[in-house]
């Protein structure tokens, strides 16, 4: 026998008499179950929520993390004289604001700048309270100043200016200067700006204001977020005004928004578990009202959300966080329970119903529960290698779904199994399944209506044809009608092409994908914040983020060489298309430094000691040059220069590809360059996902498929099952990825999440059918996929539509990432019904010839013992040998018992099975 054959018949063994065990002990399975869930529950008290998005859905081991550690040490924000160019993080404690005008026009109209000023009043007089109305304060009190400034104290004046002389004063862009000499900068403050041909501003469609806070300590922190709230009731409330339009966003809009959509799913789950309810009982009954199971599909439902509850409460009192990307697991728990559940209910129904209940259990359990062992391996393995991405929301998600996979397996095999076993009781008793009153068979019902609402169980005079369950109609469409049709050769011809047009529209969409999740996408689509980042993308694209350029290393800046390669380099940074590379946009203190020897001593020659000292004493402490004072960092005693920057200016990059292309490009000239330089940008924190999630993508999936095959070669009962399984891991993934791509589902942390869960899915729909059709008994590759078919189908369909059922809730989400989470979950579903129903059953019975069917072991035929029938509450039960009278042992192999309708027992390894008379006269044994 084969190694992959005694794998294979070790588990169906062991679960053959685990089935028996938990019939034996049936209440201590279905209560210690519950007491455990119970227990575990009780971590809930421990959970908290993770709203960080920046956390979540970029890498903490990046690139610009670590950067970020090294600006925040050699180059701190100071609130105090706070430069919006040097900010570390888009993430400011702030208040923003894009004003726009209602009717569309331009908002450097008088009556609409008279409102902006009004709101700002409003603004600026708004108290706050904490400490019960101990400390008040107000937003000059905790501003971040520049020139001793409130910002936008700028704006606001120019703002103001502007209505008082708005006839009288040009205004250029995106530089222009006050009648008194001083220069503004508007690139960030106006939107959707109209230029004439003299550079004269026409007309502008928005204008920003920020609110920026000091932060830090533990009382600006908490003074900064009340200020916040109250200045988001504020916005909500302005209603002095119908001619702005404004949206707004505050550093906590991030963290709130991800809470808020956390908790409006969970009410989904109330919704979800009515569908799947109605479903699984529905999928359970049948006309036979003894056989029928409506309550085992409530129980897989409850098992499920046992293992649910089980996995946050166990998770939440380890520490692990919940998040809104974990809000969609209980999604996914339910549709795998779902499907082991109609597994199990399937394989119960293929067992002779005259057995005895112990012997019905060890049998369904020693077929369903190998099945849904290699599912559950295969699940959980999957989303072990998923928690080794880098990416915190989705190894947080795969670490709860793994352990709730787990839990979800284990309740399957005890506290359903127990399910099981009462339910089989009630069935072998001929009770209804409803009242749980015993009834009479079909063909002794007194009248129509008994046998129509009340008949079902096994007749007195039940043969061994009649003693197989009865099959659902979808079971007997399958049999009758999808079997030979599927086989028939016109339509595995149209299956072959029908394949091969899927596979190529497959490949074409990965070849198109888009990669990213962008800040918007987090946001539900009636959000604020996600209105303020639309207007942000629409009004203000031209300017973007700055960029620092830190030479990290002591240079002799004195020197002429120095000097010209810094200005290379500088020049070099300024040529690419995603800055601007007007001079006067870069800020570099070199070149005006220069410029200043040149117009002070008619020379840049100069030494190490007067360089320095000029620098420091008299440039650094004019007032047009102050700024230079955050770029420059001195040694203690200010004799040299440790390291310094420049601060270029970015055009706004909307699209993700670009936004990898900025950033690649920005290194690689950091990189290359001939002196040791830092780059960083507050928004390659947020980039960063985009360079790591293509390969962290398919490094999962080549790990995942590898292991998954090693898996299968040893569960599945033959290699070519294993290679099979592979291939559909591949051709569904493949399906996924690319229509997904037209389907406006991006690859970001959230499809990656669903890839990941696409290799699990694949495995179980592909591992069913292929360990269906390797068991089947049919001796050509057409009757071995029709049985496969029959013995498989319906659960398989049933699985796949109650996961589609289970998460379609999430399809009219107004957040993108539940929706990206349903359209690729209800492709892999649908994939995977495809290959499993159509595209297996099809190739499976191509390759008959090489897939020989699972060897069975051969029974050393001890005593077979020979009663006449008997029936006991409906079902057929073995009697201990010595009770038996009248046997008739067989004495040689091959001889035949003459006997009909009589129960046979089989001596097999220590195991008495009983059997039908004409069962063995078919049989050589």
């Not at 529950?41 to 970029?58: K, M, R």
């Not at 209980?330 to 549709?335: K, R, S």
């Not at 009663?867 to 035949?896: F, M």
């Not at 309708?901 to 069962?919: H, M, P, T």
């Amino acid at each position: 026998m084969a190694w992959y054959e005694i794998i294979n018949h070790s588990l169906s063994s062991i679960f053959y008499s685990y089935g028996k065990l938990i019939t034996r002990h049936k209440r201590k399975f279905l209560l210690c179950p519950l007491l455990l869930a119970s227990l575990l529950s009780l971590g809930v008290i421990c959970l908290t929520f993770e709203n960080d998005a920046i956390y979540l859905f970029t890498p903490p081991t990046s690139r610009a993390r670590a950067d970020l550690i090294y600006m925040e040490r050699h180059f701190p924000v100071d609130y105090d004289d706070f430069i919006p160019s040097r900010a570390l993080t888009t993430q400011e404690k702030t208040g923003n604001l894009y004003i726009m005008s209602a009717d569309g026009g331009n908002v450097l109209r008088g009556e609409i700048i008279s409102d902006i000023l009004q709101l700002n009043a409003a603004f600026q007089a708004m108290e706050v309270t904490i400490d019960n109305n101990i400390d008040r304060f107000n937003f000059s009190s905790i501003c971040a100043r520049f020139n001793g400034q409130c910002l936008p104290e700028f704006i606001i004046s120019f703002l103001s200016y502007l209505n008082e002389n708005g006839d009288n004063f040009l205004i250029s862009y995106p530089f222009t200067v006050f009648p008194n000499g001083e220069p503004i900068f508007l690139g960030y403050s106006l939107g959707g700006v109209t230029v004439a041909d003299d550079g004269s501003v026409v007309s502008a469609q928005a204008i920003a204001l920020n609110y920026i806070l000091q932060s830090g300590t533990p009382e600006q922190d908490t003074k900064a977020l009340q200020w916040e709230e109250a200045f988001t009731r504020l916005v909500e409330s302005w209603n002095s005004s119908s001619r702005m339009a404004i949206s707004h966003l505050t550093s906590q809009s991030l963290s709130n928004e991800l809470l808020a959509m956390t908790e409006s799913v969970m009410p989904l789950m109330i919704v979800t578990f009515c569908i799947l309810t109605s479903f699984a009982v529905t999928s359970c009954i049948m006309t036979d009202w003894v056989q029928a199971k409506p309550w085992l599909g409530v129980c897989g439902l409850i098992s499920a959300f046992l293992a649910i509850s089980s996995t946050v409460g166990l998770l939440s009192a380890c520490g692990v966080a919940f998040n809104q990307v974990v809000a969609s697991m209980p999604f996914l728990v339910i549709g795998v329970g779902i499907d082991d559940m109609f597994i199990m209910v399937a394989s119960w129904r293929h067992t002779d119903r005259r057995l005895a209940v112990e012997e019905r259990m060890g049998l369904a359990y020693s077929d369903a529960a190998v099945s849904i062992t290699i599912t559950s391996v295969t699940d959980a393995l999957a989303f072990c290698i998923g928690a080794i991405t880098p990416l915190p929301a989705v190894r947080i998600f795969c670490l709860y779904a793994g352990v709730a996979i787990i839990f979800d397996y284990l309740f399957q095999i005890t506290f359903f199994g127990a399910c099981m076993v009462y339910t089989g009781q009630r069935e072998a008793d001929g009770k209804h399944y409803l009242t749980c009153k015993k009834v009479l068979p079909k063909d002794e019902a007194p009248s129509t209506s008994y046998r129509i609402w009340c008949a079902g169980g096994v007749s007195t005079t039940v043969t061994a044809e009649e003693g197989k369950q009865s099959e659902q109609i979808i079971t007997q469409f399958f049999r009758k009608f999808y079997g030979p049709f599927i086989v028939n050769p016109v339509v595995k011809m149209l299956v072959v092409v029908l394949f091969t047009g899927y596979l190529c529209v497959a490949v074409w969409g990965c070849l198109h994908i888009q990669e990213g999740l962008q800040l918007k996408d987090i946001f539900a689509d009636d959000s604020f914040a996600r209105k303020y980042y639309q207007d942000q993308g629409e009004y203000f694209t031209e300017f973007g983020a700055a960029v620092s350029v830190v030479l990290d290393t002591n240079q002799n800046y004195w020197e002429k060489g120095i000097q010209n390669e810094i200005e290379h380099i500088t020049m070099d940074f300024e040529s690419s298309r995603f800055i601007h590379g007007e001079k006067q946009h870069t800020e570099s203190w070199v070149r005006d430094y220069l410029t200043f020897l040149s117009e002070t001593l008619n020379t840049t020659n100069v030494d190490q000691e007067l360089f320095v000292q000029l620098l420091r004493d008299e440039f650094l402490t004019r007032p047009e040059f102050q700024n230079y004072n955050k770029d420059i960092n001195f040694n203690c005693e200010k004799t040299e220069i440790e390291s310094s920057r420049f601060v270029l200016k970015s055009t706004e990059v909307v699209q993700s590809t670009d936004e990898m292309e900025f950033m690649s490009e920005m290194r690689h000239k950091a990189d290359s360059a001939s002196l040791s330089l830092t780059i960083f940008s507050p928004t390659f924190i947020f980039i960063e996902q985009y360079v790591i999630i293509v390969p962290n993508t398919i490094q999962a999936l080549l790990i995942a498929t590898g292991c998954m095959f090693i898996v299968a070669l040893f569960l599945m009962p033959h290699p070519v099952c294993a290679v099979m399984v592979t291939v559909c891991i591949v051709t569904i993934e493949t399906g996924v990825i690319g229509v997904m791509s037209l389907w406006n589902v991006k690859l970001d942390g959230i499809s990656m999440i669903n890839i990941i869960l696409c290799i699990g899915f694949s495995v179980d729909f592909s591992s069913h059918m292929t360990y269906a059709f390797i068991t089947s008994p049919g001796k050509t590759g057409n009757e071995r996929a029709m049985d496969a078919l029959h013995t498989l189908g319906t659960p398989i369909l049933q699985g796949g539509l109650s996961t589609i059922l289970g998460i379609s809730v999430l399809s009219s989400s107004p957040a993108y990432v539940f929706r990206a989470f349903f359209r690729t979950m209800f492709l892999v579903m649908l994939f995977g019904l495809f290959h499993s129903l159509v595209f297996l059953p099809v190739f499976l019975s191509f390759l008959n010839t090489i897939l020989p069917r699972k060897t069975r072991p051969t029974p050393e035929v001890g005593e077979i013992q020979i009663e006449p029938s008997r029936q006991a509450n409906n079902a057929y039960s073995p009697i201990p040998k010595d009770n038996v009278e009248d046997t008739q042992p067989l004495k040689n192999k091959g001889e035949h018992s003459s006997v009909c309708k009589e129960q046979v027992y089989i001596l097999y390894n220590d195991k008495r099975i009983s059997l039908d008379s004409v069962a063995i006269k078919e049989t050589v044994l």
